[in-house]
C-alpha cells in the first residue's frame, strides 16, 4: 500500500523555518513564521493565561470528556467575545476545534456537506492553507482580486466586480481582520459594500478570524465580522486563540453558524456536533478552558486585555519605525503603506529573486511571496531590515 503514496508539496513556510535554523550567521532576523514575539524574541505566554492555569491547576477535579462540542461556557464567552449583541445567542451554533486551523477545515467540511455544487471564493492572496485544504477535499475554488501590488493597499474596485460574478450559493472567504499575509484591510464602508453584493447575489460569507486584537483594538477588530453576521441570513466565523491570547500550542478554536432563524440552531449545532465526532470526537479543552477563565473572570479578563494592547502598540510602533526609516534612507513615501497595514503581516509586493537575496546576502528570512512577520522584528532589527531592503533594490 505505501509504495503507492506520492511526495507532497513541502510546506513553504515550515520549509523556511528550517533554512533559517541551519543558517549559521549571528545576525540573521526570522520573519516567517507567524508568531508574536516581544523585544527579546521570546514568544511570552501571557500573565492572564499563567493565572488563569494555575487556578485550573488548583481547582480542576477531573480530565473526563468534555461534550462533542466543547464546554458550552467557551462558545458562550468566545461568542460574545467576536459578535457581542451583533445577533441573538440563539441563533448561534458553535464548537470548538482543535486551534483556528480546525475550525476552517471543520467549516469546509459542513459547506461540502450541506452543498457539494457550492464554489469557495478566496481572495488573491490568501492564507495558504486555506487553498491546500480545499485542494485536498475536492471543493472547486475561485479567487478575487484583493491586494493591489502597486498601492500596496486593498484593490476593493477588482474585489468587489469579481464576487458579483459568483453565483447564488457559493462561499465567500473574508479574513476578519489583519489580512493573511498581505495586511491590507477592508473599512467598514468597503464591508457594507461586500454585505450588499453578498445579499444580491446570494452568497454566503465565512469569515475567518484569527488576528482579534491585533489591528485597531479588540472591538474595532470585530466590527467587519459583526456587520456581516447581523446582515445576512447565515454565515460561518472560524475564530482562534492562538495570537490574541498566545496559546498557540494548545490548539484553540471555534467555528460559529450563524443564521437569521432561530429555529434552524438546533441542526446546525447538531451538524457541527456530528463533524466533530467524525474528526477528532472531543475536541481538546485545556486552552478553552484557560481563555473561558480569562473571559468569564473581570481582573482577568482587564489584564488580558491590557497585555494585549501593549502587543498591539508595539506592532504599531514597529511599522511606524520601518516605515519611517525606509522613508529616511530612500527620501520617499513608497513604504508608508506598512505603517497603515495592520497585523502581523505585510507583505512588501515585490519579486521572489528579491525576497531570495534578502535571506542570501542579509539573512533576511520572509515568504516568498515577500510576506513579512512584522511581529519578529525588534527596534533594534528594524534598521537592519530596512538598510537590506534598501540595498536589494525592493
Known amino acids: 500500500m505505501f ?41 511570552p505566554v501571557m500573565r492572564a493565561v499563567k493565572a488563569a492555569e494555575k487556578r485550573i491547576w488548583e481547582q480542576q477535579t477531573s480530565k473526563s470528556y468534555t461534550g462533542l462540542a466543547g464546554d458550552p461556557a467557551y462558545a458562550d464567552a468566545m461568542i460574545e467575545l467576536i459578535l457581542s449583541d451583533a445577533v441573538a445567542r440563539d441563533t ?7 486551534g483556528g486551523t480546525g475550525a476552517v477545515r471543520q467549516a469546509f467540511e459542513l459547506i461540502q456537506m450541506a452543498n457539494p455544487k457550492a464554489c469557495v471564493w478566496v481572495s488573491d492572496p490568501t492564507w495558504p492553507n486555506h487553498t491546500s485544504i480545499l485542494t485536498y477535499l475536492g471543493i472547486e475554488t475561485k479567487s478575487y482580486r484583493y491586494f493591489d501590488s502597486e498601492t500596496r493597499g486593498v484593490d476593493f474596485d477588482g474585489m468587489i466586480a469579481d464576487l458579483k460574478t459568483a453565483k447564488a450559493g457559493d462561499v465567500v472567504l473574508l479574513h476578519g481582520c489583519c489580512h493573511n499575509p498581505t495586511g491590507a484591510n477592508l473599512n467598514l464602508v468597503e464591508w457594507q459594500a461586500v454585505v450588499e453584493v453578498l445579499n444580491e447575489r446570494g452568497l454566503i460569507p465565512m469569515i475567518d ?15 467587519g465580522t459583526r456587520l456581516v453576521a447581523s446582515s445576512v441570513s447565515e454565515c460561518l466565523i472560524a475564530a482562534s486563540c492562538s495570537k490574541n491570547f498566545g496559546v498557540y500550542r494548545e490548539r484553540t478554536g471555534l467555528l460559529m453558524a ?37 473571559l468569564t473572570d473581570p481582573e482577568l479578563r482587564a489584564d488580558w486585555a491590557a497585555e494585549l494592547e501593549e502587543v498591539r502598540l508595539s506592532m504599531l510602533g514597529l511599522r511606524q519605525q520601518l516605515a519611517d526609516e525606509l522613508q529616511r534612507l530612500t527620501g520617499s513615501d513608497r513604504f508608508g503603506f506598512i505603517a497603515q497595514h495592520r497585523g502581523m503581516f ?12 534578502l535571506r542570501e546576502e542579509h539573512g533576511i528570512y520572509i515568504v516568498g511571496d515577500s510576506r513579512m512577520n512584522i511581529a519578529g522584528l525588534n527596534t533594534t532589527t528594524v534598521p537592519l531590515l530596512a538598510k537590506a531592503i534598501v540595498d536589494v533594490g525592493v
Open 258 to 294: 450563524v443564521s437569521a432563524d432561530a429555529g434552524k440552531t438546533k441542526l446546525n449545532q447538531s451538524t457541527l456536533a456530528y463533524l466533530n465526532r467524525q474528526n477528532y470526537s472531543f475536541p481538546p479543552d485545556h486552552g478553552a478552558r484557560v481563555v473561558t477563565t480569562i
Open 3 to 43: 509504495e503507492t503514496l506520492k511526495e507532497q508539496p513541502a510546506d513553504k513556510i515550515l520549509a523556511l523555518m528550517q533554512m533559517f535554523a541551519d543558517d549559521p550567521r549571528a545576525q540573521k532576523i526570522d520573519l516567517g513564521v507567524g508568531v508574536y514575539k516581544n523585544a527579546e524574541g521570546v514568544t
Open 346 to 357: 505585510s507583505r512588501l509586493g515585490t519579486t521572489p529573486e528579491l525576497v531570495a537575496k
Open 209 to 223: 478570524i484569527a488576528y482579534q486584537g491585533f489591528g485597531d483594538g479588540l472591538d474595532a477588530d470585530a466590527a
Open 92 to 98: 448561534v451554533a458553535a464548537a470548538a476545534t482543535p
